[in-house]
C-alpha cells in the first residue's frame, strides 16, 4: 500500500487521455482478456450462451449490484456517525452486515473526502478493486495511461476527467494491491442533508466512490 500526495508537474508530455468518454488510442488487451474474449465467442458459436445474457450479467454486476452496494454503504455513513467512524477504522468489519456477495474486500481501506483533502485510488500494478462495493472496475481504471498518469499528476488527470478541483484542496492518491484495497467516502452535498438513506443512496456513483467525480446537488 501506497499512498502519495501529488502536485501537478508542469511540461509533462501529454498523454491519453484516461477516461473512456475521451478519444484515446486503442487499449491494449491482455492475455487474459482475449481467452476470455475467446471463450465468450465459442460459447456463443454453440449455442450454449448469448451475447445478450452475457451483457446482462456484466450490466448487474457493473452497473446495478456493485455501485449500488456502495452506494447503500456511503449513505449509511452519512446518516449514521457512529456507523461512518467504525466505517473508517474498519471498513471490512463495517460492512459485513450488509452480507454483500463477490470479494476483493478481505482488506478494505475507506479513505474520507474533505473540504481540504480529496482522495482517489488507483491499482499501479494491474487493476485491484473492491468488486463487493463497486462491481466491477470501468475500463479506464484498468487503462496503463490512467494508472500511471494519476500518481504523477493527479490532478491534471482528473481535470482532463471532468473534475476541477480547487488549488487550495490536497489530492492524495492511494494505491490498491492484491492486500489492500481502497475506496472513497464521497462528501455529502449540504443540501441532502436529513433525507433517508434510500434517497441519499441513489446520488452516489461508483466514480464518486474511486475518486475522479464528486456529487453536486440533490
Known sequence: ????????????????????????SHPRHTAQELRAEAVEALLIEKGLITADAVDAVLAQHNERVGPLNGARVVARAWSDPGFKAALLDDGTAAIEGFGFEGGQV??????????????????TLCSCYPWAVLGLPPRWYKDPAYRSRIVREPRQVLDEMGLALPQRVAIRVWDSSAEVRYMVLPQMPVAAAGKPENDLAQLVTRDSMIGVEVIHGT
Open 1 to 24: 500500500m501506497t499512498e502519495s500526495t501529488s502536485a501537478d508537474s508542469p511540461g509533462k508530455q501529454h498523454h491519453p487521455q484516461p477516461d473512456e468518454k475521451h478519444a484515446h
Open 106 to 123: 478481505e482488506k478494505l481501506v475507506v479513505v474520507e473526502n474533505t473540504d481540504d483533502i480529496h482522495n482517489v485510488v488507483v491499482c
